[in-house]
T-cell receptor, first 111, second 113 residues
Framework: DAKTTQPTSMDCAEGRAANLPCNHS???????VYWYRQIHSQGPQYIIH???NNETNEMASLIITEDRKSSTLILPHATLRDTAVYYC????????????FGTGTRLTVIP | EPEVTQTPSHQVTQMGQEVILRCVPI?????FYWYRQILGQKVEFLVS????????KSEIFDDQFSVERPDGSNFTLKIRSTKLEDSAMYFC???????????FGPGTRLTVL
């Protein structure tokens, strides 16, 4: 699976949009971009995934660039409960079952 | 909304003892996983399980570890002869299909003294 690069940490004001970037320049055509988050030491929580089109669900939006080399997770109105470590994971649909978690981005939402 | 559950939430054991961590995956899911996270470190894959056998395992998952689906609802991770370095959070996950989205449980914190 392709490697991802994320900033170590970010801050966001409560109520504002949080935009979390992820670089995956070696992504191949059959690899999906997944986002999970981990609040404190809880189990990772699935947020969203996509292949090449932008995706939106009740939690977030995922914007994938046309060349698919990077993506941005958008939390439209960040709350204090969104403070967590966010993981961008690139995963081959027909590949291994396991998820590879990197170090992620620690997002702190500030009151 | 269906969710993965794990018991116990915290397990304390003496070095050399055997522990069994239990998970109840989402009911219609067929693929099951164990991950672990040592304090302050990354979440690491241990093993995946499908159709009553191991699909994949990492190099961490050595002979000390075993998994089992003893009945139609539970999925267990057994650690024989625990070591201090086995202290970690252990997360169970399940998915509908092998390549599909994995949903995680809240974890069991294992402390080996």
């Amino acid at each position: 699976d392709a490697k991802t690069t994320q900033p170590t940490s970010m801050d966001c004001a409560e109520g504002r949009a949080a935009n979390l970037p992820c670089n995956h320049s070696t992504i191949s055509g059959n690899e999906y971009v997944y986002w999970y988050r981990q609040i404190h030491s809880q189990g990772p929580q699935y947020i969203i995934h996509g292949l090449k089109n932008n995706e939106t669900n009740e939690m977030a939006s995922l914007i994938i660039t046309e060349d698919r080399k990077s993506s941005t997770l958008i939390l439209p109105h960040a709350t204090l409960r969104d403070t967590a470590v966010y993981y961008c994971i690139v995963r081959v649909w027909g590949g291994a079952n396991n998820l590879f978690f990197g170090t992620g981005t620690r997002l702190t939402v500030i009151p | 909304e269906p969710e993965v559950t794990q018991t116990p939430s915290h397990q304390v054991t003496q070095m050399g003892q055997e522990v069994i961590l239990r998970c109840v995956p989402i009911s219609n899911h067929l693929y099951f996983y164990w991950y672990r996270q040592i304090l302050g470190q990354k979440v690491e894959f241990l093993v995946s399980f499908y159709n009553n056998e191991i699909s994949e395992k990492s190099e961490i998952f050595d002979d000390q570890f075993s998994v089992e689906r003893p009945d139609g609802s539970n999925f267990t991770l057994k650690i024989r002869s625990t070591k201090l370095e086995d202290s970690a959070m252990y997360f169970c996950a399940s998915s509908d299909r092998g390549r599909d989205t994995q949903y995680f449980g809240p974890g069991t914190r294992l402390t080996v003294l």
